[in-house]
């Protein structure tokens, strides 16, 4: 079981967790990939989709805990992944 992680009052409590061994506070099979977005986004798009799909979409965004717009680039983005390795 892991231990649970200290109240932290201040930056420097931070730093000073975060310099030691964290493996007693987490457990590689509870971590999940984090996709994080670096690059800023020059363009806007409009778009029409039905309601159900737009709706199908907002609900899976929720699910994973992301806006769906970032759901949606990140849909665009695999898929063509995908096309590029077949």
Do not use: C, H
Request: aromatic fraction near 6%; proline fraction near 6%; charged fraction near 40%.
């Amino acid at each position: 079981m892991s231990k649970k992680l200290p109240a932290l009052r201040s930056d420097k409590e931070a730093e000073e967790l975060l310099d030691q061994d964290l493996s007693k506070y987490i457990r590689a099979e509870n971590l999940e990939p984090f996709p994080f977005e670096y690059r800023p986004k020059q363009k806007s798009v409009n778009l029409r989709i039905s309601d159900e799909l737009l709706k199908a979409v907002r609900t899976a965004a929720r699910r994973r805990g992301i806006p769906y717009q970032r759901y949606i680039r990140q849909a665009l983005e695999l898929a063509l992944r995908q096309r590029e390795t077949r």
